[in-house]
């Protein structure tokens, strides 16, 4: 092997090796496209595959506004292999294309399906006229790397449809991050896919570590404003004085340290989602200019006095409750109304059932693989210590915990011992748990949630649940439920 073809073989071998990392085909496919482009020192690349083989049509352009020349495509299928174009060839079509957009040439390989000769998408390179064209060796790795990046891209689908046959069996559902078969969290998803579409602001409440900023980023990626930023900003860890020109920017020279003129996050966020974190911390004076901004749409940075339109959707989310800040005088109630047109309660771990077992299982291998570590099990017991086990609501503590459990776990089987579990927050302390209590806790969890979307309306949540009001009045009486606990909430 000579010096140049043993270095395009290891630079071929990095190249797969930064791919072998990526689990999804949507995680996959826009890395194939930046690892080519990167190691074969191009300007620009797009990978696109048509719906057939993939669910939905998947097209990536890097950057994303890249001008491609469809009769290289053409001519790349026809041949089915790996072709390349240098401005001094002949073909006509694609020289214009070349010269028009100031190129020096063009790479493009049919992406095809593992069945072999059905062409189906491909993969295009292409560099500016300001550096030397490709050579024919560059041709060469950059075929080997499609064809092995095919094989990738399809173990990659194929994962995927044996786990969504698996999730199916079991009645998982995926949304983005959320991973949930409960039903407390099917009917929260239910009514926020209701809301997806409309521009009006959201406010999510639950408490801390439930997934209130996973369940926002799905909202925003599942809405018209998806190919647009999502920014976060925790209100709570933000310290006052810095507030207003986090939120709307400032002119150099406002204030001392303000070296720089600054965007806010307003305008960060602009045509897409701000997500505001405990909403609640936000201080009354600031909650004045929020108001004001969702009102007349419109920012004006700190030291200027130009106001900037914006248009931006507010998803804002909140642990405390909002109706007592507002008694309290620390929560305007104008704004209140403002933010929460529409409102999702996110249900705690504890009242979602087995998805602490299918939470605990992604988590593992989620982890495992992060960390280089085998296929680890939940032992039964683990599995029933998680399930008696009362999280104060929270996802965050079970994916630290798990976390935890496969670095102490032996021959990776996770038992109670390595989930280190509070005894002292056992829900039940006899195992197995009866069949009086299991009904009990289910009971439960549907009365509150019919009473929530009643607003403590007996008759109403009677109505929701299919019971007569006397009979829903005695199984609270008997769980100690009350409905004045109900009436301020609002859905
Ligand atoms: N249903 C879910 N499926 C999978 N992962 C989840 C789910 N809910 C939460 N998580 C995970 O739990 C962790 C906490 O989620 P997130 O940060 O969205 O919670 P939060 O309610 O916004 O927290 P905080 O109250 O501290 O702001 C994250 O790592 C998230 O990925």
Redesign the pocket.
Known sequence: MNQESMQASAELLDMLMQLLDESTPQELLPRIAKVACQVLHADSAVLEIPAELADEPFRFAYPASVAISSSAVRRAREEKTAVLWNQADGDVDISKSIVKNKLTSIMVAPFRTPSANVVSGFLYLQREARKEPFTEMEKKLFDQFVHVSEKIAFSAYNRQSDRESLDALRGIT?KG????SSES?AKMIAKAEKFLALPAPII?R????????????WIHSQSPRAEKPFVAI?CGAIPENLMESILFGHVKGSFTGAIDTRKGVFEEAEGGTLFL??IGELPLTMQVKLLRVLQEHHITRVGDNREIPVNVRIIS?T?VNLEKAIEEHRFREDLYYRIQVMSLD?PP?RE?GQ?VLL?AE??AKHYAQEYGLGRFHFSRAAEKALLAYSFPG???E??NKVQKALVQAEKCIIQPKDLELDVLREKVKESPRTLKESREISDRAVIDSALRDANGNLTLAATILGVDRKVLREIMERLNMKKEEYKKMRN
């Open positions: 995926r991050a959320i991973v949930y969290m999510i639950g408490e801390t570590g439930t997934g209130k900023e996973v369940l926002a980023r925790n974190d405990e989310a642990h996110l771990l979602r998805d939470l992604d988590f929270n996802v965050r079970l994916e």
